[in-house]
């Protein structure tokens, strides 16, 4: 069965209810996921989902200026990824086009009639520069996924405008490949009430409304409040605060909270 979480908490209640719903549906679906970092998008996805996947992968954040050795590590990784999955009899592949035919290779050995679930997350992550992983993703959609009708493909970015221009503004091969989009926000002010709620967290609404501009309404960083101690105790932890990443536009009513 799939976790419910999102309804049953009352966050994220829309993008869980359409992810049911693409789930459920008869057709080959391609979804696009995406947001700022830290926002919840890879914890939805695997809430829902996390015994339901058929193959999950996520690229390596770049830090090799060397384009073709920065290419070699993500196909290595995918390639990993595949194995881990079940892959068997096939050799390490040389280029993104290998890759997507070894994923074809590994959905069409476990296609048995259910719906099949495919996560790949930071895809933008794996489009290191002239490694043509546009081009692959998209024969491999083309030539393949898009005809199978159960399957549910969730391509998952924090690089927005990557993922805006390479795949839900794509003018190419995929353009109008993309059947659903989400870009998850941070949470609203009503969302962090139900947060702390679903927690057991009891705080007041000025705290709550202190929260929500000292971490911009960040999941992630909400989740460092704790119910044992107060919300000054929890954000005055000097070795807490510093290991903590604050939003922006969070500093200045950090500031303004503790001096003002």
Not at 89 to 109: G, H, Q, V, Y
Not at 150 to 177: F, Q
Request: charged share 20%; with cysteine; proline share 3%.
């Amino acid at each position: 069965m799939i976790s419910w979480l999102g309804l049953r908490n009352g966050w994220q209640k829309k993008e869980t209810q359409e992810l049911v719903r693409l789930y459920k549906s008869k057709q080959a679906e391609l979804v696009a996921v995406y947001g700022r970092r830290r926002v919840g998008k890879t914890y939805l996805i695997n809430q829902l989902f996390s015994d339901k996947f058929l193959f999950k992968h996520a690229g390596l954040a770049p830090e090799d200026e060397n384009i073709e050795k920065e290419t070699d590590r993500q196909l290595n990784q995918f390639y990993l990824s595949l194995l881990a999955y079940g892959l068997k009899n096939s050799d390490a592949p040389k280029n993104w086009f290998e890759a997507f035919f070894l994923l074809r290779k590994l959905i069409t050995e476990k296609n048995d009639g259910t719906r099949l679930v495919v996560f790949i997350d930071e895809l933008p992550w794996m489009d290191s520069k002239g490694s043509d992983f546009i081009k692959a993703f998209e024969g491999f959609w083309n030539s393949f996924g898009c005809a199978e009708n159960n399957l549910l493909m969730i391509i998952c970015g924090s690089a927005t405008s990557w993922m805006e221009n390479n795949l839900i503004n794509n003018h190419g091969g995929l353009y109008g490949r993309v059947t659903y989009e989400i870009k998850l926000a941070p949470f609203t002010l009503s969302e962090c009430e139900e947060f702390f709620k679903s927690r057991n967290i009891t705080l007041s609404r000025y705290e709550i409304t202190m929260a929500y501009m000292i971490f911009g309404g960040v999941p992630y960083y909400l989740n460092y409040i704790e119910g044992q101690y107060s919300f000054s105790q929890s954000i005055d932890s000097p070795k807490k605060f510093m290991n903590y990443f604050i939003p922006p536009r969070g500093y200045l009513f950090f500031i303004a909270w503790v001096f003002g």
